[in-house]
């Protein structure tokens, strides 16, 4: 199976100029026989994380770009033309959470998204791509998170996440993440668990309310979208799109 990070994936190819529609045909194209998942959030998307925090992806708003999103749709109608391209909206919870619950070994997500980048370790054995090609592989993860991938989601606890508007613990950053000696325990499997031996310095408030951030919500709801019945050649001519 494929899964394609739309939000992700389009966003990229919107910012980065050029013909959006070329590319995502190109990209569908070279996997027209396989088993494709186009996952998308919604507007109703983030609700859950929201509820837990307000400000979280503050400043990124669903639908404060009307242009990318008709570029969002079109590419949406675009991958309805394949076969074996399945449209998915996820309505409760976000593309990542769909994702990160359902692949499987030997499955291929495309997206430059870290939240999945834990689907590379010794469980799961996904393949996470970049972009088409560029394959992200252990050396990178612990490159940009000093840590085995499995440890992302206590990184982003306790270190936070900008991008996202992840507090994570206040005043816990990088520095003090790298002298976590992760041979001594294994603190992602154990996080709740070493509360009482001498860490309760580190549970504040901020960093539970991170680590609900952080995890996948696992009870998410989605819906698959009915094939668009439209004319290929025309909405390629339209569109602009070398063949």
Known sequence: MIYIDANNYLK??????????????NMLIK????????????????????????GY????????????????????????????????????????????????????VISNDKDLWPLIDDFKQVNILLNAS???????VEQKFFCAPKHIQLYKTLVGDPSDKIPGKRGFG????????????????????????????????????????????EEYEFEVVPDVIGNPLQFIEEKGIIL
């Open 57 to 108: 992806k503050a400043g990124r708003d669903q639908g404060d770009d009307p242009v990318y999103w008709e570029v969002y749709n079109n590419c949406k109608e675009l991958a309805n033309l394949f076969s074996k391209v399945k449209v998915i909206n996820v309505t409760s919870g976000e593309a990542d959470d769909y994702i990160v619950c359902r692949a499987e070994k030997g499955d291929t």
């Open 134 to 140: 560029t394959k992200v592989d252990r050396a990178l």
């Open 31 to 54: 996997y027209i026989d396989v088993e494709v998942q186009l996952v998308c959030d919604t507007s109703t998307s983030r609700q859950y994380r929201k509820a837990i925090h307000p």
């Open 174 to 217: 990088p520095a003090a993440w790298a002298k976590i000696n992760f041979e001594d325990r294994d603190y992602y499997t154990h996080f709740f668990a070493i509360r009482g031996v001498g860490w309760d310095e580190m549970f504040t408030e901020s960093a539970c309310m991170s680590w609900k951030l952080a995890a996948p919500y």
């Open 12 to 25: 990229r190819i919107y910012h980065g100029g050029g013909n959006p529609y070329g590319l995502f045909y």
